[in-house]
T-cell receptor, first 112, second 113 residues
Framework: SQTIHQWPATLVQPVGSPLSLECTVEGTSNPNLYWYRQAAGRGLQLLFYSVGIGQISSEVPQNLSASRPQDRQFILSSKKLLLSDSGFYLC???????????FGSGTRLTVV | AQSVSQHNHHVILSEAASLELGCNYSYGGTVNLFWYVQYPGQHLQLLLK??????LVKGIKGFEAEFIKSKFSFNLRKPSVQWSDTAEYFCAAPNQAGTALIFGKGTTLSVSS
């Protein structure tokens, strides 16, 4: 069966520090991968999606970037964190674009 | 651009009351529609989905949703809620390019026993 792993679960980082959040999927190949940010009362904001290795689409210009170095690995990064980057980050995958998603457990990022 | 609107931000019900949460989407093409639920401290999980066919779809835990194309709506219903239904509920639809899901802002449901 397919599983999705996301880590770390919580992270406290100072302003200006770099960020790397990792997401991996097991039990499938060539998944569609997504990064969302969830904020209270604002729903889920799509940040990036990827349909294959090295293929990244950005939905919202901001202080973050994403990479997909391997088929089932999706990384969210920042060179210098801002206070506004604080939030709950969710990784998700789907087999096909129109399918429902399976979400990871999320990372709570606090930038101080 | 596609947008998804959930009209109720916070709904408070007593056990056994009926539930209806509103969801409207803006893009009128062929859409797949979803409801997700996030129980306290748990992952987001799929509650139900509509792809085609019967506009009344049934999901887990007694939930159902009705797709009304003329109203661009996909409202979630449950005849009798339980305390364990306390959660946040999100409606979702594909963006106009069909590349990713767009989520509503969510509705928090609080059920008192």
């Amino acid at each position: 069966s397919q599983t999705i792993h996301q880590w770390p679960a919580t992270l406290v980082q100072p302003v200006g520090s770099p960020l790397s959040l990792e997401c991996t999927v097991e039990g499938t190949s060539n998944p569609n991968l997504y990064w969302y940010r969830q904020a209270a009362g604002r729903g889920l904001q799509l940040l990036f999606y990827s349909v294959g290795i090295g293929q990244i689409s950005s939905e919202v210009p901001q202080n973050l970037s994403a990479s997909r170095p391997q088929d089932r690995q999706f990384i969210l990064s920042s060179k210098k964190l801002l206070l506004s980057d604080s939030g709950f980050y969710l990784c998700a995958w789907s087999e096909n674009r129109g399918d429902g998603y399976t979400f990871g457990s999320g990372t709570r990022l606090t930038v101080v | 651009a596609q947008s998804v609107s959930q009209h109720n931000h916070h709904v408070i019900l007593s056990e056994a009351a009926s539930l209806e949460l509103g969801c409207n989407y803006s893009y009128g093409g062929t859409v797949n529609l979803f409801w997700y639920v996030q129980y306290p401290g748990q992952h987001l999980q799929l509650l139900l989905k509509y792809f085609s066919g019967d506009p009344l779809v049934k999901g887990i835990k007694g939930f159902e949703a009705e797709f009304i194309k003329s109203k661009f709506s996909f409202n979630l219903r449950k005849p009798s809620v339980q305390w364990s239904d306390t959660a946040e509920y999100f409606c979702a639809a594909p963006n106009q390019a069909g590349t990713a899901l767009i989520f509503g802002k969510g509705t928090t449901l609080s059920v008192s026993s």
